[in-house]
C-alpha cells in the first residue's frame, strides 16, 4: 500500500529535495513495492508528458483558442522576472505605473493585488489560499492559526494574529470579522479604517492595536501612538477620539464600557516580533533530526560567558564567551555576539572524528580590514583541523588541515557588508568535496584528494578568532569584525536543497533577498 | 531490415512516435534532464544501429526500453554518483517493469492531455509555465510572487491531481482490441 509519505518522498526524490533520511527509507520502499515502482513511473510519465506539451510550438491535443499555449505565452506577466520576493514587492508597488496593457486579463499573470504577505510565522489560511501565495486581492480571508503581516500597497502595515478573519475591502479599508491585529501607518496611508462588526476604527496616525472577540463581539482598541477615531458604521460620525495611550472596549448594546482594562499588548506582535517566531518555531525540528551535533541558537544566559549547546545529546559542551559582546540579531529578541575587537572570540570544542561535517551560520559582517577573517577555526595546526575564514574580499575559504586540494576556486559572490548572511561549509571525506554556500550558492568550489589517514577532528575551535600555533605565529591576525546569531553543526554533508531550506526557514524576513552582489573586478585564485 | 533510406524513414517515424514512452522509462530513474537527453541521444543511436536485427516494428517500443535500459546502466556507470542515486539494481528492476508497460505508457501520455484541459485555466498555465525548456523554479516563483517552497508544493499538488485524472481515466474508458503490452 502506497502512503502519502511515499508520494511526497517521491515527489521530493524527483525534484532533489529530499534528505538523506527519506532517501534511504524511499530506496527501501522502492524495492520491496512494485505498486510504488510503478507509482514512480506514472510520475514520470506525467512529468514527461508535461514537458513536451510545454515545448515551444507542441501543438496541445486539444483544440482549444482561449487557451492555446503561444497567445497564453504572450499574455503571461510583465516583463519583471527577477527572483524572490523583493522583486514582488517592487511590482508591487509599482505596477500601476508599468503595467503596458490594463487589458490583460490573464488570473495568473496580472496580480492585482492590494495586500501582500511580508512575512508569517506559522501561518495557515483557510482554503483558497496556496501555500507560499503571497498576494493577498480583496476579499474574503480567513487566517487559522500563526501570524501574518500584510503590506497594503498604501504601505500601511497589518500584523494579523490568527485566528481571525478578516476581508480586504480595498487599500484603505479592511473589515475584521474577530482576531487581532496591530496597524502601523504612514502618513500616505492616513486614513486607514479597519472595520469591526459595530465600528469603524479610521487611524490618522501611526500604530493601534483591535481586537474582535469572537464569542462575545466585543471590540478593543488601544492606541499606540498617534491617534485614532472612532466612527459609526452606516453615517461614519465621529463618535470618538482615541490618543496615544488611550484604550477603548465596545460592545453591542452596552456601548463604550466603562473603566475598561488595556489590552494586553504582548497578544499583539509587531512586525518585527515575528521573524523571531518563526524561528523559535524551528526549535523543535531542529533538535529533533540525529544528525545535528551541536546548535549554539545564541541565547544570553544569566552567565554572559556561556555560549549555551541547546542540543545536549552529543556530548558537545557549552561554549565560552571571551570578549565578544551580546547585541541584538536577527530579529528584536533574537540575541548575537559582536566580534569586533583582536582578543574577542568564543571558544567551544567539537570532539570527534567524522568523514563528514557540515557547519552553518548566520552572520554579518561589520568591515573587512585584514587578509583573513575567522569564522571558525581550529585552534592550532594537525591533520583534520578545521578552518572556515571570509577573506579581505568577503570570499569564503576554509580547509581541512594535511589534505591537498586539487581544485580550489570561487565561483560566486562575496559576503556583502551589512547583511544578514547565510554561510555553510560543506566538507565529505568520502566525496571528496569541500564547498562553501553564501546564502545557498556555491561560492568556493573545492575537491579534495584521496587522504585515508584524514578524518575531520575540528576539536577547540574559536568562533570569531583564530588561535595560531606555533608555526603560524608570523601569520596577522584574523579576527571576525562583525555578528554571528546561530551556528549549527551536522555530523553529514547537507544536500543543496536542505541548504536552500535551512536558508529560507532561517531569513531575517520574506523581504530579505538572498543576492548579493558581485566583487568590483574579475574573482581571484584562492 | 535492411538499411536504406526506406528503413531509415522508418526508423524516425517509429522513433518519433515513441520517443516520449523512452523517455519516460528513462526519466523514471533519471531526475536530470540534461541526462535523459544524453541517454535518449545514445539510445537513439543504438536503436539506428541495430535496427536491422528488430524483425516486429510493432515491438519497437518495447524494444527500444530495453536498449534504454541498458544505457541508463552503462551511463550511470561512467557517471560520478551522486548521493541521491538508485542503485544499479532497483534501476534495472524498474526499467524491466516499464519496458513491459509500453501500452500504457503510451495511454497515459495520451489521456495527460485530456486531463490538462480538465485543470481550471491557472492552473494549466502554470504547469505548462513551469515546464518550459530553461524555466527555473526561483524564478517562476518571483514571478507568480510566491515562496520557491510554495510554488513546489503547489506544482506537486497539480502533478498529482494529473496523475490522478489520468489513473481514473485508464480505468474507465474502453479497451482495444488487440492492444498489448509488447507493442
Known amino acids: ?526 | 531490415m535492411p538499411v536504406s533510406d526506406d528503413s531509415h524513414e522508418k526508423f524516425i517515424a517509429l522513433l518519433t512516435k515513441h520517443e516520449r514512452v523512452i523517455r519516460a522509462s528513462i526519466a523514471a530513474v533519471i531526475r536530470r534532464s540534461e541526462d535523459v537527453d544524453e541517454i535518449m541521444q545514445n539510445v537513439s543511436l543504438v536503436a539506428w544501429r541495430k535496427f536491422e536485427t528488430l524483425t516486429e516494428p510493432e515491438g519497437f517500443g518495447k524494444w527500444a526500453c530495453v536498449i534504454a535500459r541498458y544505457e541508463i546502466l552503462s551511463f550511470q556507470r561512467d557517471k560520478a554518483r551522486d548521493r541521491f542515486e538508485l542503485d544499479e539494481e532497483l534501476i534495472d528492476k524498474i526499467t524491466a517493469e516499464a519496458a513491459s508497460e509500453v501500452v500504457s505508457t503510451n495511454r497515459r501520455l495520451h489521456l495527460l492531455d485530456h486531463c490538462l484541459k480538465k485543470l481550471p485555466d491557472e492552473r494549466r498555465r502554470l504547469v505548462l509555465q513551469a515546464y518550459e525548456p530553461g524555466c527555473k523554479t526561483a524564478d517562476l516563483a518571483g514571478k507568480l510572487g510566491k515562496t520557491v517552497d510554495g510554488l513546489y508544493q503547489l506544482l506537486r499538488r497539480i502533478r498529482l491531481e494529473l496523475k490522478q485524472c489520468v489513473d481514473r481515466e485508464l480505468t474507465t474508458e474502453p479497451r482495444e482490441g488487440g492492444a498489448f503490452e509488447s507493442a
Open chain 1, 1 to 526: 500500500m502506497i502512503t502519502p509519505d511515499d508520494l511526497r518522498m517521491l515527489d521530493e526524490w524527483r525534484h532533489d529535495r529530499i534528505s538523506e533520511t527519506d532517501f534511504t527509507t524511499l530506496h527501501a520502499r522502492l524495492e520491496e513495492s512494485s505498486e510504488l515502482r510503478a507509482e514512480l513511473r506514472a510520475l514520470a510519465t506525467i512529468e514527461t508528458g508535461l514537458t513536451a506539451l510545454a515545448e515551444p510550438g507542441f501543438p496541445l491535443a486539444f483544440d482549444d483558442s482561449a487557451t492555446s499555449k503561444k497567445p497564453l505565452r504572450e499574455q503571461l506577466w510583465l516583463p519583471w522576472t527577477t527572483a524572490g520576493l523583493a522583486a514582488a514587492l517592487a511590482l508591487f508597488f509599482g505596477i500601476k505605473l508599468i503595467s503596458p496593457d490594463s487589458t490583460v486579463t490573464n488570473p495568473v499573470a496580472s496580480p492585482s493585488y492590494t495586500a501582500l504577505l511580508v512575512d508569517e510565522a506559522g501561518a495557515v489560511f483557510a482554503r483558497h489560499r496556496d501555500p507560499g501565495e503571497v498576494g493577498f486581492s480583496t476579499g474574503d480571508y480567513e487566517l487559522k492559526d500563526g501570524t501574518a503581516h500584510l503590506r497594503y500597497t498604501n504601505g500601511a502595515d497589518l500584523v494579523i494574529q490568527g485566528p481571525a478573519k478578516f476581508r480586504i475591502e480595498n487599500e484603505k479599508h479592511t473589515l475584521l470579522e474577530t482576531g487581532r491585529v496591530r496597524a502601523i501607518v504612514p502618513p500616505p496611508a492616513r486614513g486607514f479604517t479597519i472595520e469591526t462588526p459595530q465600528l469603524n476604527f479610521e487611524d490618522v496616525g501611526t500604530e493601534f492595536a483591535l481586537s474582535v472577540d469572537s464569542s462575545t463581539g466585543e471590540s478593543g482598541m488601544q492606541v499606540l501612538d498617534g491617534q485614532v477615531n472612532l466612527r459609526r458604521k452606516g453615517d461614519s460620525s465621529l463618535l470618538h477620539e482615541v490618543f496615544g495611550g488611550e484604550w477603548i472596549r465596545y460592545r453591542d448594546g452596552a456601548g463604550m464600557i466603562k473603566n475598561a482594562t488595556a489590552l494586553d499588548l504582548s497578544l499583539f506582535p509587531s512586525p518585527g516580533n515575528i521573524g523571531y517566531l518563526r524561528w523559535r518555531q524551528e526549535r523543535e525540528r531542529i533538535l529533533a533530526d540525529p544528525n545535528v551535533i551541536a546548535w549554539f541558537p545564541f541565547v544570553r544566559e544569566s552567565n554572559q560567558s556561556v555560549l549555551t549547546n541547546a542540543q545536549r545529546r552529543n556530548g558537545i559542551p557549552d561554549g565560552r564567551i571571551a570578549g565578544a559582546r551580546w547585541v541584538s540579531g536577527r530579529w528584536p529578541g533574537k540575541e548575537s555576539l559582536l566580534f569586533d575587537r583582536e582578543t574577542d572570540y568564543a571558544q567551544i570544542e567539537i570532539p570527534g572524528k567524522y568523514s563528514e561535517l557540515t557547519v552553518a551560520a548566520w552572520l554579518k559582517v561589520d568591515r573587512y580590514d585584514q587578509e583573513m577573517h575567522a569564522i571558525l577555526n581550529s585552534n592550532g595546526s594537525e591533520p583534520g583541523d578545521m578552518h572556515l575564514q571570509l577573506t579581505r574580499h568577503g570570499l569564503p575559504r576554509g580547509g581541512i588541515i594535511g589534505v591537498e586540494r586539487p581544485i580550489y576556486e570561487w565561483v560566486g559572490n562575496p559576503v556583502p557588508i551589512a547583511k544578514w548572511t547565510h554561510l555553510v561549509q560543506v566538507i565529505s571525506m568520502p566525496e571528496r568535496i569541500h564547498h562553501i554556500y553564501v546564502n545557498g550558492d556555491l561560492v568556493t568550489k573545492t575537491a579534495l584528494e584521496q587522504q585515508d589517514s584524514v578524518t575531520i577532528s575540528p576539536g577547540y575551535c574559536r568562533l570569531g578568532n583564530w588561535l595560531k600555533s606555533a608555526d603560524y605565529l608570523h601569520q596577522s591576525n584574523r579576527n571576525f569584525k562583525g555578528r554571528i546569531d546561530e551556528l549549527t553543526i551536522w555530523n553529514r554533508a547537507l544536500s543543496l536543497s536542505e541548504i536552500n531550506d535551512l536558508m529560507e526557514r532561517g531569513r531575517p524576513s520574506l523581504l530579505w533577498n538572498r543576492e548579493n552582489p558581485p566583487m568590483g573586478g574579475p574573482l581571484p585564485k584562492p
